[in-house]
């Protein structure tokens, strides 16, 4: 009689032990395809995030450059037509070879500035140019459309990026540029890229009325450098003193080959 229950207890643990490897194998695997699946959802959702950034800083880049071309018709090319029209109606007084000069003359930089601004907006600066040329000719344009001095300085061996990461940082300097004219009332930016091994440091300053860093608030337009930071894994620090001007300077770790 104890022979058969020995014998029955032994073939009940032989029969329940597999079982309950089967189980353990079967839950280890379901929590390991569980895992695997939210890896691969987080990790189309940060590369649906990214896309997203990018199509919304190419928008923005376009939008910015609209912006400024606007403001240029209204304030520059508006008044030097206004102008010009003030002399032809002039003429049917007293005609003068004097005011046909201003004419021409005023007609002539008129003509230079809509070439200048047609160029603006041709121009994909970050699709047709890298990075250190598209913030060179975002210099140029500046200091022709508007009073703001910008210096631009370059260190190291440049080299061409990722074009949406040289379109994140692209749009970082524009935003920034953007940012200091509108609300700093600055007339001097400097801009600063150092390029080394395994590094692009980007530095951006402005001689404006500066903030209160403390006072960043989740609808601080500031937030959205750290951002955009983040989409590329890049880190960014801003230093700011009311009266003192504000800095940025962002650090990205390049590829290694």
Not at 67 to 80: C, R
């Amino acid at each position: 009689m104890q022979t058969q229950m020995n014998n029955n207890e032994l073939v009940y643990i032989a029969t329940i032990i597999p079982v309950l490897l089967v189980i353990t194998v079967i839950v280890i695997i379901v929590l390991f395809i569980r895992k695997k699946n939210k890896l691969l959802i987080e990790q189309q959702q940060k590369e649906l995030d990214f896309l997203s950034e990018i199509n919304k800083a190419r928008i923005e880049v376009k939008d910015t450059i609209l912006k400024q071309v606007a403001g240029e018709l209204h304030d520059n090319i508006g008044q030097i037509l206004a102008l010009n029209c003030m002399y032809l109606k002039s003429i049917r007084k007293s005609y003068s070879e004097e005011q046909l000069d201003v004419i021409a003359e005023l007609a002539a930089k008129a003509l230079n500035e809509v070439r200048q601004l047609s160029r603006l907006l041709n121009d994909d600066l970050v699709h047709n140019y890298n990075l250190v040329d598209s913030i060179r000719k975002l210099q140029e344009y500046l200091s022709k459309l508007s009073a703001l001095k910008i210096n631009l300085e370059i260190s190291g061996e440049v080299r061409v990026l990722d074009t949406n990461v040289e379109l994140i940082i692209f749009r970082i300097c524009q935003e920034f540029i953007t940012n200091s004219l509108k609300h700093a009332q600055c007339d001097r930016i400097d801009i600063t890229l150092r390029y080394n091994p395994h590094q692009l440091m980007l530095q951006l300053s402005d001689n404006g009325s500066g903030f209160n860093i403390q006072d960043i608030s989740e609808g601080n337009g500031v937030l959205g450098f750290y951002n955009r930071a983040k989409i590329i894994n890049a880190r960014i620090e801003m230093d700011s003193v009311p009266g003192s001007g504000t800095t940025l300077s962002l650090v990205y770790n390049t590829p290694q080959q």
